[in-house]
């Protein structure tokens, strides 16, 4: 079974009131904790999405040996990361079987959590595998190759949860470790 990463780190950090992803949590940047969480695990294929500007990130990115691809327009929103990604990482390794789509703002996300969550994806490769804690859904998600032309139709600030929306029936949750893990950081509160 081969699964992706896609990892989304194109945000303006406009509530945060500055570029979060370099805003460092227990001594490291909110990006270096993503890439290196993502880069431990044994993915078929890498991406990291960012904006052109991001010359730090795209850094980080490299030394952790994920490929970039930029989003030119990411003020239209989350959506326009993930079809880019989508495009991206099936450019690199067309044959995946399923992609997980993570954001770079949870700093507290376990390496363990997420390895349940491809486990269950790779038992399971029809369902859409999300992380949770108790009826919470979070991120990050895997959704499996038959779904890649509805993320890749994604255009405006409404990310996998649109897709979700549509196939509800499809959806898996997998416990996280707790509940901090979920918890993106959006503001410096």
């Not at 990892?7 to 490291?28: H, I, N, W």
């Not at 490929?67 to 003020?75: C, K, L, Y």
């Amino acid at each position: 079974m081969k699964v992706g990463c896609a990892l989304l780190a194109a945000g303006a950090g406009k509530r945060f009131g500055e570029g979060k992803l370099l805003y460092s949590v227990q001594g490291e940047p909110m990006i270096a904790r993503a890439l290196r969480l993502y880069a431990s695990l044994p993915f078929a294929a890498r991406i990291c999405v960012t904006r052109a500007e991001a010359n730090e990130i795209r850094q980080f990115a490299f030394d952790n040996a994920f490929p970039v691809a930029i989003n030119p327009d990411p003020e239209r929103g989350v959506g326009t990361s993930v079809a880019i990604a989508t495009e991206a990482i099936l450019a690199r390794e067309p044959a995946l079987d399923g992609v997980l789509y993570a954001v770079a703002d949870q700093p507290y996300l376990k390496c363990e959590s997420v390895s349940r969550l491809i486990s269950a994806f790779e038992t399971n490769p029809k369902h859409i595998v999300s992380l949770a804690f108790g009826s919470r859904r979070g991120n990050p998600a895997i959704f499996p190759a038959d779904l890649y032309t509805e993320l890749c139709a994604l255009k405006e600030d409404i990310g996998g949860s649109a897709v979700i929306k549509q196939y509800p029936q499809r959806l898996m949750l997998v416990e996280a470790g707790e509940a901090q893990e979920l918890f993106d950081i959006d503001t410096r509160q």
